[in-house]
């Protein structure tokens, strides 16, 4: 599975977008990209995932760029509650037995009042 | 419908001793993963179990074993605790079928280890 880059934290004012780079240079053909996000003392939660083309749902948007090496979450309109660390991850759809993820160390998103 | 649920929420145990924590997935699925998360490390993959039967195994000494259960429960057990197995352990669990991977996982709330 290939590696993601991301910066070690971020801040965004309260009701600004926030846009939460990711590098996957060594991203293969079949591996898709997932963001989870972590709140304090809870378990990761699952945002959004695509493959090549930009997807939105109800949470954010995930934008990735046409040659797939680099990707942005983008939270529309952040409010304090969006306050956690974010995770990039690339992974294959079908990698036979081998399906664990491999987790950095994330972005530590601020949003302050 | 109910999340996944990790018992217990918090654990402290003494240097030597044994634990063992329990997880149940989301009703319906049969993936279920386990992670040890650390300030330093983040989360660490030790290993998952689909259908009773252990998929794939992380980088963890033979003091981590686990095992799932035929209503898709799992169990982790860690033997001869040691200081710096005092982590989050958060289990997953997943729709996911044999050999393909198309939907997120759900985690739990962790439990939290401290060994003493």
């Known amino acids: 599975d290939a590696k993601t880059t991301q910066p070690p934290s971020m801040d965004c004012a309260e009701g600004r977008a926030a846009n939460l780079p990711c590098n996957h240079s060594?991203?293969?053909?079949?591996?898709?990209v997932y963001w989870y996000r972590q709140i304090h003392s809870q378990g990761p939660q699952y945002i959004i995932h695509?493959?090549?083309?930009?997807e939105t749902n109800e949470m954010a948007s995930l934008i990735i760029t046409e040659d797939r090496k680099s990707s942005t979450l983008i939270l529309p309109h952040a409010t304090l509650r969006d306050t956690a660390v974010y995770y990039c991850i690339v992974r294959a759809q079908n990698a036979g037995n081998n399906r664990k993820l491999i987790w950095g160390l994330g972005t530590s998103l601020a949003v302050n009042p | 419908k109910a999340g996944v649920t990790q018992t217990p929420r918090y654990l402290i145990k003494t240097r030597g001793q044994q634990v063992t924590l329990s997880c149940s997935p989301i009703?319906?699925?049969?993936?279920v993963s386990w992670y040890q998360q650390t300030p330093g490390q983040g989360l660490q993959f030790l290993f998952e179990?689909?259908?009773?039967?252990?998929?794939n195994k992380g980088n963890f000494p033979g003091r981590f074993s686990g095992r799932q259960f035929s209503n898709s429960r799992s169990e982790m057990n860690v033997s001869t605790l040691e200081l710096g197995d005092s982590a989050l352990y958060l289990c997953?669990?997943?729709?996911?079928?044999?050999?393909?991977?198309?939907?997120?996982?759900?985690f739990g709330s962790g439990t939290r280890l401290t060994v003493v």
């Open positions: 009703s319906g699925h049969r993936s």
């Open positions: 997953a669990s997943s729709l996911a079928t044999t050999g393909t991977y198309n939907y997120g996982y759900t």
């Open positions: 695509g493959l090549k083309n930009n």
């Open positions: 179990y689909f259908s009773e039967t252990q998929r």
């Open positions: 060594t991203i293969s053909g079949n591996e898709y």
